[in-house]
């Protein structure tokens, strides 16, 4: 028999999923959303097109030349700063590089998925895998224990 603490009520309120905050008044809200968007790492994001924009005008090149050195600008200063996660910044010239008429989607996507690119890719997924299950270390057991019989 059930004694009453062994047994969950429906009507038994339970902890919300996301945390519960105070109301905030409104001026220190709005002074804390004004600061939040003025932050170092929002300057930086933004950064990188503006010094694509800054090349853009100012750069004195061809086309093709000074289209590159302006996407070139606005992927280092990302890939300098980490002011956006390195994968995001790696996958710019995606939408980038068409954007600018440097080459096409279909020939930056080409070269994202070459066979070498795929190659190192799929190492590396693998090497992650290995040294997620500890297999690199019962691997290095293994080699030890059957190359000598003594432990130090």
Known sequence: MDSAADTVREDDPKAPLLPLHDPIHRSQSFNSFIRSIFT???FFVLLGPLLCAFVCLFVKLNDGSRNMLAVLAWMFTWWMTEAVPMPITSMAPLFLFPLF?????????HSYMDDVISLVLGSFILALAVEHYNIHRRLALNVSTQSSNTWR
């Open 40 to 42: 170092l790492k929002n």
């Open 101 to 109: 008429g440097i080459a096409s989607a279909d020939d930056v996507a």
